[in-house]
């Protein structure tokens, strides 16, 4: 089994910078693919960026130029560093693993951009 434990969510302001860490623990392999999701309220889970053993990244077009996704092996740990934040990505953040034995989530922390 994989556990998923996100931390780093919060309130910023509009411009504002927050960063989030997934934890990851139990079953891991070394070949893995990180992902961070994100749902906003009344809409459908949605990609925001992945990052594999490799260091192959992907960002969704909403997000790419603002955050930035890296990942530490040694820790099974992988960021999300996010800088000038937009409302619309007001959501709760979803970090998610994907190996061959299948796709784990994390329990999600919430991100709230306002004024």
């Known amino acids: 089994q994989v556990q998923l434990v996100e931390s780093g969510g919060g309130s910023v302001q509009p411009g504002g910078s927050l960063s989030l860490s997934c934890a990851a623990s139990g079953n891991i392999f070394s070949i893995r693919t990180m992902n961070w999701f994100r749902q906003a309220p009344g809409k459908q889970r949605e990609f925001v960026a992945s990052?594999?053993?490799?260091?192959?990244?992907t960002y969704a077009n909403s997000v790419k130029g603002r955050f930035t996704i890296s990942r530490d092996n040694a820790k099974n740990t992988v960021y999300l560093q996010m800088n000038a934040m937009l409302v619309e990505d007001t959501a709760v953040y979803y970090c998610n693993l994907a190996q061959s034995t299948g796709i784990y989530w994390g329990q999600g922390t919430q991100v709230t951009v306002s004024s």
């Open positions: 990052i594999t053993t490799g260091g192959t990244i």
